[in-house]
């Protein structure tokens, strides 16, 4: 009997495994890993520490997940789930959104492999870029490609503060499962009440040193946290973020410019302008959802931080593992699902996919018209825009003068040996995490 139809702990790979935010939570709902890859030395070695922790041996791969010589993806057909935190930047506002253009961009990638080995189930998680307009076609064709190989996709904005972590963090999670498991599966619900906030969240390690002014430090603390950045090796060090949430820290009493390596001193009082303390990485890890004595971050505190700040955070992956792991077990009662075939996330890619010959804005208005779609020009040559960045999109000048437009191939690495990702990843190696 496998693991899927009993009680006994179910399989993961795990690919872009970080620091372990995700793992941590996989574990929790009973998943065992068979393989976590991670390019990031120190993540890595972070994984590699807590994995012995946990009293299980993982295998756990250093490099780039797509690299055929750091795994062989084959070897693990019909494992129960393939998880992976997939780099964010192709699909941020900070990373420009350039998506498959983006030599960092191994969401289609990792989609492909699932096709190609065939899991049980599919949990990627990633940016609220990817749940925009910018990024509809780049989902259409995932979803087409899922759906394709016999997987019923689901997707979902999720919110980590309704999952008790102390912070604004939405995440865009995809879950795809094969068409027997996908009937029992149910998105996790919010947990009842509100999540602590970060005066709550923090207080004790902010008066660990002595600090008198914790408590009230912490009465003004009276929100979650903005979202935590982790940022990349293109981009400076330990710093909570842009700006606009260094105001938000500001309001909280926080001195977002850089992270401490202890707390406050006994006596301390913030200088003159400065509006309260600076974090600790083990304060930045608790506001990820980390209790504080569950996992240690290997390295120094710049790598710590950003091993902290790019993580999922454990108790939503929990939640996730939890539910994936009662479809595969088919545990409750099958729910009726919507057919895959009429779900429509990008309309114009739809209709352009659907011919063979190139089409007028005009040509494509009126189609979308037979479909009850009513999009105006201006709306259509945002999409053809938007689609041009993610697939070939070949325009030809008709008779009449006007151009058609001709959808090509996706742009997207998805394990092509002559695809320009190769050459890149190798220029930009040291400045990729």
């Not at 999670?173 to 009842?192: D, M, N, T």
């Not at 949430?245 to 001195?255: E, F, H, P, Q, T």
């Not at 240690?296 to 790019?310: D, L, P």
């Amino acid at each position: 009997m496998s693991a899927s139809e009993g009680t006994g702990p179910l399989d993961v790979v795990e690919i872009c495994a970080g620091a372990g935010g995700q793992s941590l939570g996989l574990h929790r709902a009973g998943f065992r890993h068979l393989l976590a890859v991670e390019l990031d030395a120190n993540a890595a070695e972070t994984l590699r520490v807590n994995a012995a922790r946990t009293g299980e041996d993982w295998d756990i791969r250093i490099g780039d997940a797509a690299d055929p010589d750091i795994w062989e993806p084959d070897e693990y057909k019909g494992v129960d789930l393939l998880a992976g935190g997939v780099p964010c930047p192709p699909f941020s506002i900070a990373g420009k959104q350039i998506g498959a253009g983006d030599e960092r961009d191994l969401f289609a990638w990792a989609v492909s492999v699932c096709t190609r080995i065939q899991p049980k189930a599919l949990l990627l998680e990633n940016v609220r870029g990817l749940s925009t307009g910018r990024f509809a076609a780049y989902r259409q064709e995932v979803w087409n490609r899922l759906q394709d190989a016999g997987y019923i996709p689901f997707w979902q904005l999720i919110h980590a503060a309704d999952f008790g972590v102390p912070q604004l963090r939405p995440r865009f999670v995809l879950v795809a499962l094969q068409a027997e498991f996908a009937p029992y599966f149910a998105w996790p619900q919010p947990k009842a009440g509100r999540p602590p906030t970060v005066g709550e969240t923090l207080v004790d390690l902010m008066a660990a040193n002595g600090w008198e002014g914790a408590a009230a430090w912490a009465e003004g603390a009276n929100d979650i946290a903005p979202t935590i950045v982790g940022g990349s090796k293109k981009h400076g060090g330990a710093d909570l973020g842009p700006t606009r949430a260094k105001k938000a820290w500001a309001k909280l009493g926080v001195d977002a410019l850089g992270v401490n390596d202890a707390a406050p001193p006994a006596g301390w009082r913030a200088p003159d302008g400065v509006p309260g303390p600076k974090l600790t990485t083990e304060m930045v890890a608790r506001i990820q959802g980390w209790s504080g004595d569950d996992w240690v971050f290997h390295g120094k505190k710049t790598t710590r931080y950003r091993q902290i700040g790019n993580a999922f955070p454990p108790p939503v992956a929990q939640a996730l593992g939890e539910s994936i792991a009662r479809a595969l077990r088919k545990e409750g009662e099958p729910q009726a699902l919507v057919e895959s075939t009429e779900i429509v996330l990008d309309p114009v890619y739809k209709i352009l996919r659907s011919v063979t010959k190139p089409l007028s804005v005009e040509q494509i208005i009126a189609q979308l018209a037979k479909s009850g779609v009513q999009l105006s020009v201006p709306e259509v040559e945002r999409h053809l825009s938007h689609i041009s960045r993610d697939f070939a999109l070949d325009t030809v000048e008709r008779a009449s003068g006007r151009l058609g437009y001709e959808l090509r191939e996706f742009k997207a690495f998805v394990g092509q040996e002559d695809h320009e990702r190769h050459d890149l990843f190798t220029q930009l190696r040291m400045k990729i995490s």
